[in-house]
């Protein structure tokens, strides 16, 4: 009997040290799992935090989880692509992105990876429609609504939303539509964020195919370097790196990362100084000059800070934007259909008149 009881209260003990063992040996595979989904996970429950602030709860989650589910479209479509990508990250009142960690090769890509946002959107907040309408709750069907309001926001045809990234693979005249329409959507919602958003895309349009096609003036980038004077000293006097004279052209190559990135890399021979700039893909650069040398001290160190300038002449890459007519109707069909499909959806909803949350 003395012996049953021995084994009874051994046996937590082995449990315990089963557990610990597992955990030992998992245990770098947990937090490698958990620091790649803490970012997310995070400023997801920011967002969900945030958003009850102005709606109930329950609102507030189903929100942020049509958001996710808006978000997941894109990454199984770049991950059909075979281009990597990042995990959504949420920002409170604006939504969520993933980044790209490598270019899509043709605009066909693009708009592929940007369709999947919207088609599993969508999706999703026909799910919710169909629950809502099957169990008559009206608290769901205006989620659904959101939802449907959420993913034809996004079909908008302006940079960065969407819709711009669709209409690479339709006609880039549909930026002109998106400009037009942007602004009378602004004008109706009021909308800070979509006027930012607007008036940075009317800029970049207006910089990429009016102010700078076919003038020849180039385009400049700044960047600021900083080295260890320690290092510079043991070599040289110490007003050299300083003097005014040393400022001037600097040799430089240009090349692309496997990623898609266009790298400039330059060098300073006298001080042995190597640094990078990243210009915008397709770009002739025709000038890298180091404009300022100064000494600074930061955290009790000595150092020289560079500031180097980058001009270029950025080409648009036409044939990025080269897509088969068949693929152009395909993809505008979609395009269409489905902001059809939403504004039906919403429209099918508001004529409800159901209380708001």
């Known amino acids: ?18 557990a610990a063992l597992f955990l ?51 990454v199984l479509a770049a991950k059909r692509k075979g281009l990597p990508v990042s995990l959504p990250l949420f920002i409170p009142f604006i939504g969520a992105l993933i980044t790209m960690k490598k270019h899509p090769k043709d605009a066909v890509t693009e708009a592929y990876i940007a369709m999947g946002g919207p088609v599993v959107g969508t999706i999703g907040a026909l799910a919710v429609y169909i629950a809502g309408y099957a169990l008559d709750n009206p608290f769901l069907l205006v989620l659904a609504k959101v939802g449907f309001l959420i993913n034809l926001f996004n079909l908008i045809p302006i940079h960065p939303l969407d819709g711009g990234r669709i209409s690479t693979a339709v006609s880039r005249w549909l930026w002109v539509v998106g400009l037009i329409g942007g ?30 096609r076919g003038t020849g003036k180039p385009r400049e980038l700044q960047g600021v370097y900083e080295v260890d004077m320690h290092r510079i000293q043991t070599e040289l006097p110490s007003w050299y790196a300083f003097s005014d004279q040393q400022r001037g052209p600097l040799a430089y190559t240009t090349y692309s990362r496997l990623t898609g990135e266009q790298i400039v890399r330059f060098h300073w021979g006298t001080l042995n100084f190597q640094g990078e700039m990243e210009v915008p893909q397709g770009s002739e650069v025709t000038r890298v000059e180091l404009t300022g040398n100064e000494r600074v001290i930061k955290d009790d160190r000595e150092l020289l800070r560079l500031t180097v300038k980058v001009e270029y002449k950025q080409k648009v890459n036409e044939q990025y934007y080269e897509v088969p007519s068949a693929t152009r109707w395909r993809y505008g069909a979609a395009y269409v259909g489905l902001a059809l499909f939403l504004i039906a959806m919403i429209w099918s909803i508001q004529a409800m008149e159901l209380p708001m949350p």
């Open 24 to 74: 030992l040996s998992k245990g770098k595979s947990l937090l490698l799992v958990l620091g790649k989904f803490s970012g997310p996970l995070i400023s997801m429950a920011v967002t969900v935090g945030a958003y009850a602030l102005i709606s109930p709860v329950w609102f507030a989650l189903g929100l942020v989880l049509l958001i996710l589910v808006h978000e997941i479209g894109h």
């Open 183 to 212: 602004a009378a959507v602004i004008i109706y919602l009021r909308s800070w964020l979509l006027f930012i958003i607007w008036a940075l895309f009317a800029w970049d349009l207006y910089q990429k195919y009016i102010k700078y």
């Open 1 to 18: 009997m003395s012996e049953e009881m021995k084994r009874e209260k051994r046996s937590p003990w082995l449990l315990l040290g089963a």
